[in-house]
């Protein structure tokens, strides 16, 4: 394994230097504690986007155990060169596994502190659960969950610690933690109501100042939950790490270890990703305004590892890598398609696979029960289903509809999380295409309120989870307006009342459609949208997902 990772930073070492030089950590001054022409190493290893995949997936790949025999042994190759390693993770640690979900993401955060992780940003989906949950996992974390932009409304005081200060091999190390405001869109209104999510561009500049002041690190690191989007193009998502860079002094920030939007960060060259970027391939992080910016995709798909060296107050990054863990590839053996591992395998630590074997075995017996099956692919695919009508976003909102006995359902596809692919359908299945325990919400209002609400949803961008699908409704989009809307296959009538289903979350207000909470003719069902969904497959089941395939009821001129 030494031999790999010395050759992939080899080649990373050479990328890196083709793109640029050096990050400027900050003038020397006689109060910096270390000396003069001396090199000191620094390794940083880094995740993000965790998703609740403490246990690897059906064809091993990833999971907390083999994460920490690779970060074990990249601590001690560190060590041996004379390095000191911090380890850090962009945040999302809920959300994405039934049997994580379940739990609260207990496995995960105590994972995560066997694993020896040092402090993460607190992410969006930290906010998934009441705010109790997110204290409780506070306490199993046995390393700082950090965030310097979200305030108490009531007290204007940070609700969260904003930074935590590390010394490794003398020199003085601050990171800080800085969350997406986009929580306040994309974030449960009933859960994050007393919360405030202020610009964390603006929050980092004040409290990398008062660092300066008081703590006088000499290398500073944001760790974020913002998104990286390639020359600061965020398009409806609020700014995230190249506009932070962008906007900091050039020097008073050295590293943004980042998370969000769930990519490997290698870059072709400067604001241009490498599309061609394959797992175990070399990898050139960004730079922007003199700080590196890098981010490890997501699940655990990879650890990300930089070698830095210090000297006279410059950082320079040696080398870079993202290692997969477990990864594998599809190649033909004797004419037929079979997965194998793109690096060595990579042995699960024995203690922790134990820990959590548990763990995930609560929740096996009743997940993993057949409820339905299908005679073909329900897509959920994030690049497909924020993009256009989908068989599944119209099979769920279908269910919504049916359980409410509604004339039309509303369904943002930011809460289809996942795909089902042909043949069984477990109870997992169904939780991991919805995972967030919304409620099903019906309101009754007039055909003219209907046409003001779907002239705001009906018109949500593309690739966002805002963008709608829809069941019992066809209409045309066109600049910006809502035409030709037939409910039920006839023209809307603006004096009828209508019915319509959306989820708790939007109802409230998410993904900035109009909230219906203080409507008259709002209620919530009180039935639980993953519920709903496994109900309705289970009473249909056989699906024929041609029957929900669409039709063009909904164009886009």
């Known amino acids: 394994m030494k031999e790999r990772l010395c050759l992939k930073a080899a080649v990373s070492a050479a990328l890196i230097a083709s793109l640029a030089g050096c990050a400027n950590s900050g003038s020397e001054t006689q109060e910096q504690g270390w000396a003069p022409d001396t090199t000191y190493k620094l390794t940083i290893l880094h995740t993000n986007d965790h998703h609740g995949r403490f246990w690897h997936n059906r064809y091993g790949e990833y999971g907390m155990a083999a994460r920490k025999t690779l970060i074990d042994d990249l601590r001690a190759e560190a060590k041996a060169e004379g390095s000191e390693v911090l380890l850090l993770s962009g945040g999302d640690i809920n959300t994405g596994v039934p049997e994580s979900d379940l739990l609260q993401a207990e496995p995960d955060f105590k994972g995560m502190t066997q694993i020896g992780y040092d402090a ?26 950090l965030s310097a932009n979200i305030y108490d409304k009531e007290t204007g005081e940070r609700k969260y610690q904003a930074y935590e200060m590390f010394e490794r091999n003398g ?31 603006a929050e980092a500049k004040k409290v990398i100042a008062k660092l300066k002041e008081t703590e006088k690190p000499d290398i500073i690191i944001a760790a974020t939950h913002m998104g990286h989007y390639a020359d600061g193009k965020s398009g409806v998502n609020a700014p995230g790490d190249v506009a932070l860079a962008r906007y900091m002094d050039e020097g008073d920030l050295d590293l943004i270890i980042g998370g969000h939007s769930q990519e490997p960060v290698c870059m072709e060259g400067p604001n241009m990703y490498n599309k061609s970027f394959e797992p175990g391939d070399a990898c050139t992080p960004d730079q922007q305004n003199g700080a590196w910016i890098m981010q490890a995709h997501e699940w655990g798909k990879y650890v990300g590892k930089a070698e830095f060296e210090f000297q006279n107050g410059d950082l320079s990054l040696v ?3 993202l290692i997969p863990v477990n990864l594998k590839k599809k190649i033909k053996v004797d004419g037929e398609k079979k997965r194998v591992f793109i690096q060595d395998e990579i042995e699960k ?3 922790l696979y134990d820990f959590l074997k548990p763990y995930q075995d609560k929740g096996q017996e009743k997940l993993s029960v057949k ?3 299908s005679n073909g692919k329900l897509v959920g695919d994030r690049n497909i289903v924020r993009f256009q009508q989908t068989n599944l976003g119209r099979l769920i909102a279908t269910a919504h509809m049916e359980r409410a006995k509604a004339d039309f359902a509303v369904m943002n596809s930011g809460g289809v999380r996942d795909s089902i692919i042909a043949g069984d359908i477990t109870y997992k299945d169904v939780l991991k295409v919805q995972p967030f325990g919304n409620m099903v919400t019906y309101t009754d209002m007039s055909g003219k309120e209907v046409m003001d609400y779907l002239n705001v949803v009906g018109t949500k961008p593309v690739d ?17 307006k809502v035409h030709d809307v037939k409910i039920g296959g006839e023209p809307i009538d603006m004096d009828k009342t209508y019915r319509f289903t959306v989820p708790s979350f939007n109802a409230a207000g998410g993904d900035g459609y109009p909230k219906l909470t203080n409507h008259p003719g709002n209620v919530n069902t009180g039935f639980v949208d993953a519920e709903v969904l496994k109900d309705y497959l289970e009473d249909n089941s056989p699906i024929d997902v041609n029957d929900y395939a669409p ?3 909904i164009v886009y001129k």
Do not use: C
Request: charged share 20%; net charge negative.
């Open 349 to 351: 630590d024995q203690a």
């Open 171 to 201: 020199l003085k190390i601050a990171v800080v933690g800085l969350t997406t405001e986009d929580t306040a869109k994309i974030g449960n209104p009933e859960y994050i109501g007393s919360l405030d999510f202020r610009d964390p561009k």
């Open 551 to 553: 039709q063009g009821e």
């Open 464 to 480: 966002s989870g805002a963008y709608a699908q829809f069941a019992g409704l066809s209409m045309a989009v066109e600049d910006g």
């Open 120 to 145: 993460m940003a607190i992410g969006n989906h930290e906010f998934d659960n009441p705010l109790s949950v997110l204290e409780q996992q506070m306490q199993w974390a046995d390393f700082p969950m």
């Open 319 to 321: 080398s870079y890598d």
């Open 371 to 373: 409820i339905a099956e």
